[in-house]
């Protein structure tokens, strides 16, 4: 555990806080602003650790908060299981999963002169728990943001949040990133990661500048839809906050989401709806299809390497080979157990057989969750957001939506798929994208309702 007393003490207030928002707010605005808020502002790897129940900390304490206000405040059970077709196995696959993962792995784990222990029946309740935790904002999604309002209230408070947290980013690029340092007592990160072409990449209370990066992305793309739409943020013109949240994201240094957000900019302005969704469903299919394009040696990562050198310059294609490099590592040892993985404690990672050293990185979300649950893992964890973006497909096509409706869910399927596509290089995964995503499925599901309704409503005649 890290943190001073300060660090402690904001973990503990914010699900007073919460509490507050939902006595005061609809559960929409109370949702958002819990969990979007407390990914903002809680310190990163601080935690509180009971006994028998995984570490509360950043990403479960504001899930927490928003299940008893849900429950407590707004007398609303999240619903986890009122689902059909390929959502209700995806949930019954994420709870048994583990337990299977277990069972088989009870095994230990030489490395070196040391080992790993077997895996007992508690870490496979803590998997669950810890599962659960993740995706519940998914359901709270799905399941509070159905409407029309609901859905653009999501992208202007994101705007609003970038607009919030611009300030301390900006602080930050200009003075270098304490700002966590100073209220939590320690950096949550290495930093020299976080410098860049001379300058700094902000990371506030974030945990890494390329997690802030992807946060300005959301922002932007929000932004965006909300300038093609001719919306206002308030007094605020749509159009003049993309412009500087484009400068903004430039500031950031990240190559990767500098693409992200350019490219939606591009694609939301200059295209249709049908364009959008069809590339949402292209990028969504391509990041599902990822891991087993890799082990057939499809996936062109020699290309991509080359285009790197030629693009990007040396170093920046050293990174990413080596990242390449080290996938396939990490993807042949997870092929050992392919269908449950090898579980938690490292055991999904690469070690000497001499030494004992850890030889092994995961930066990606793909590769952790593969190595750690299996292929069955993955396609639990990524098919609730394959299923958005189908589902949204869906949703534009059978029903007569106006012009504003059908942006914001292109919109939306885009974003989803920017998402998918980011745990590839990275493990940008946090509850408030989980959020976003079960928005989209809830948004769509209301649409194609209320298509049935209008289908089984009988037509009256004289």
Not at 8 to 32: C, D, E, G, H, V
Not at 39 to 44: A, E, N
Not at 47 to 60: F, R, T
Not at 363 to 369: E, K, N
């Amino acid at each position: 555990m890290e943190g001073n007393i300060f660090a402690f003490a904001m973990l503990i207030i914010w699900p007073l806080i919460s509490i507050r928002l939902y006595q005061t707010q609809t559960i929409q605005n109370a949702s958002f602003w819990t969990i979007v808020g407390g990914f903002m502002t809680l310190p990163v790897r601080t935690e509180v650790d009971l006994p028998l129940i995984p570490a509360l900390g950043k990403h479960s304490i504001p899930v927490v908060a928003a299940i008893v206000g849900c429950w407590l405040v707004k007398g609303r059970r999240i619903k986890y299981f009122a689902n059909k077709g390929w959502l209700k196995f995806l949930v019954l696959l994420m709870i048994i999963a583990p337990f299977i993962t277990v069972m088989l792995n009870g095994d230990r784990v030489i490395v070196g002169g040391d080992f790993i222990q077997g895996l007992t029946l508690h870490d496979g309740l803590s998997a669950v728990i810890n599962q659960l935790l993740l995706i519940t904002p998914f359901f709270m999604g799905k399941q509070f943001f159905r409407t029309y309002e609901d859905h653009l209230l999501i992208f202007k408070s994101l705007v609003v949040a970038g607009l919030i947290y611009s300030i301390p980013m900006l602080f930050e690029i200009r003075m270098s990133p304490q700002l966590h340092s100073w209220l939590y007592g320690y950096f949550p990160h290495e930093f020299v990661q976080q410098m860049r072409a001379g300058g700094f990449r902000p990371v506030v209370f974030m945990g890494h500048g390329l997690l802030v990066a992807f946060f300005t992305v959301v922002v932007l793309l929000s932004s965006t839809v909300l300038w093609k739409n001719n919306e206002k943020i308030r007094q605020f013109s749509a159009t003049k906050l993309s412009y500087f949240f484009i400068i903004l994201l430039f500031l950031c240094k990240s190559m990767a989401s500098l693409m992200y957000g350019l490219f939606a900019v591009l694609m939301i302005k200059k295209t249709s709806y049908k364009v959008q969704l069809r590339m949402a469903l292209i990028l969504a299919i391509l990041a599902v299809s990822y891991p087993m394009l890799s082990i057939l040696n499809i996936f062109p990562h020699q290309q991509l390497s080359d285009l790197a050198v030629e693009y990007m310059g040396e170093e920046r294609a050293q990174s990413l080979t080596y990242r390449f490099d080290n996938e396939k590592v990490l993807l042949d040892h997870g092929r050992k157990r392919f269908f449950f993985g090898w579980g938690g404690w490292g055991r999904n990672r690469v070690y000497n057989e001499e030494t004992g050293k850890d030889e092994t990185v995961t930066d990606g979300r793909w590769i952790i969750t593969f190595g750690t649950a299996g292929w069955l893992g993955f396609i639990a964890e990524f098919g609730f957001l394959l299923v958005s973006v189908l589902q949204a497909n869906k949703a534009a096509k059978i029903i007569k939506l106006s012009t504003k409706e059908l942006t914001l869910l292109a919109a939306h399927a885009l974003l989803v798929s920017f998402i998918m596509i980011d745990q590839l290089p990275n493990a940008s995964f946090a509850p408030w994208l989980w959020l976003l995503v079960g928005i989209l499925l809830g948004r769509s599901e209301d649409i194609m309702n209320k298509n049935q309704l209008q289908r089984n409503k009988p037509i009256i005649t004289q």
